[in-house]
C-alpha cells in the first residue's frame, strides 16, 4: 500500500497562473480531505468529500475547486493563483486505524505539495 | 478566531525534562486527537480521545480529554530528542469536519 500520494511536490508559480494538485489513495476510503499549512500554523480545511461524486467546503475554500469523480483521486484546482495562496498543501484520506481496530476513524496524510506563488 | 486554542506555541526543553501542552476551546466536541507532525511531512495521529475525563498512555506520552470535552492536554514525561516536533491538536466537528490548532512546536536538546 502506497497509501495517500500527492504530486507535484514543490511547485513555482507566478500570479494569475492556474494549476492542479493531484491526490490519490490506495486504501478505498471514502472520505478525503484538503488541508493548507502557513509556516509555523496548524492545518486549516480547504475541501472535503465523503464520497466519489460528492464535495463540501471546508474553512478557506475561496480560491480553489475540486472533483471526486473516483474514489482514489480528488484533485485540488487553482484557478488565479495569488501569492497568499503561497503555503504547503496536504492531502489526506480518512479510513479505520490499518494497525488497530479503533472506534473513530483516522487520517492519512501525504507528504504535501509546496506551493510558491510570486 | 481560533477554535481551538494551544499552549505554549513553542517549547525548548533539555533531555529528561517533563512537558504538558493544552488545547483548549469554548466548544464541546464528540472527539479529539493529537497528531505530531515533522519537518517536511504530513501529520501523524498519536491518539484519539472520546469520552470526558478519559485518559490514554503511549509510552512516555499521557494524554487528557477534560470532563466537559471542551479541553485535552499531552503530557510528555523525560522527553527525547526524538520527540522534536509540531504537536497539533484536532477536533472532528459534525462527524466530517478537522479542525486544527495552531500546534506547539516541541524542542528537545540532548
Known amino acids: ?118 | 478566531t481560533q477554535l481551538l486554542e494551544q499552549s505554549p506555541q513553542f517549547l525548548s526543553i533539555q533531555e529528561g525534562e517533563n512537558l504538558t501542552v493544552y488545547c483548549n476551546s469554548s466548544s464541546v466536541f464528540s472527539s479529539l486527537q493529537w497528531y505530531r507532525q515533522e519537518p517536511g511531512e504530513g501529520p501523524v495521529l498519536l491518539v484519539t480521545v472520546v469520552t470526558g475525563g478519559e485518559v490514554k498512555k503511549l509510552k512516555r506520552l499521557t494524554f487528557q480529554f477534560g470532563d466537559a470535552r471542551k479541553d485535552s492536554s499531552l503530557h510528555i514525561t523525560a522527553a527525547q530528542p526524538g520527540d522534536t516536533g509540531l504537536y497539533l491538536c484536532a477536533a472532528i466537528y459534525n462527524f466530517n469536519k478537522f479542525y486544527f490548532g495552531s500546534g506547539t512546536k516541541l524542542n528537545v536538546k540532548p
Not at chain 1, 80 to 103: E, H, K, M, N, W
Request: net charge positive; with cysteine; charged share 20%.
Open chain 1, 1 to 118: 500500500n502506497a497509501g495517500v500520494t500527492q504530486t507535484p511536490k514543490f511547485r513555482i508559480l507566478k500570479i494569475g497562473q492556474s494549476m492542479t494538485l493531484q491526490c490519490t489513495q490506495d486504501m478505498n476510503h471514502n472520505y478525503m480531505y484538503w488541508y493548507r499549512q502557513d509556516p509555523g500554523m496548524g492545518l486549516k480545511l480547504i475541501y472535503y468529500s465523503v464520497g466519489a461524486g460528492i464535495t463540501d467546503k471546508g474553512e478557506v475554500p475561496n480560491g480553489y475547486n475540486v472533483s471526486r469523480s473516483t474514489t482514489e483521486d480528488f484533485p485540488l484546482r487553482l484557478e488565479l493563483a495569488a501569492p497568499s495562496q503561497t503555503s504547503v498543501y496536504f492531502c489526506a484520506s480518512r479510513g479505520r486505524d490499518r494497525a488497530i481496530s479503533l472506534s473513530t476513524d483516522t487520517q492519512y496524510f501525504g507528504p504535501g505539495t509546496r506551493l510558491t506563488v510570486l
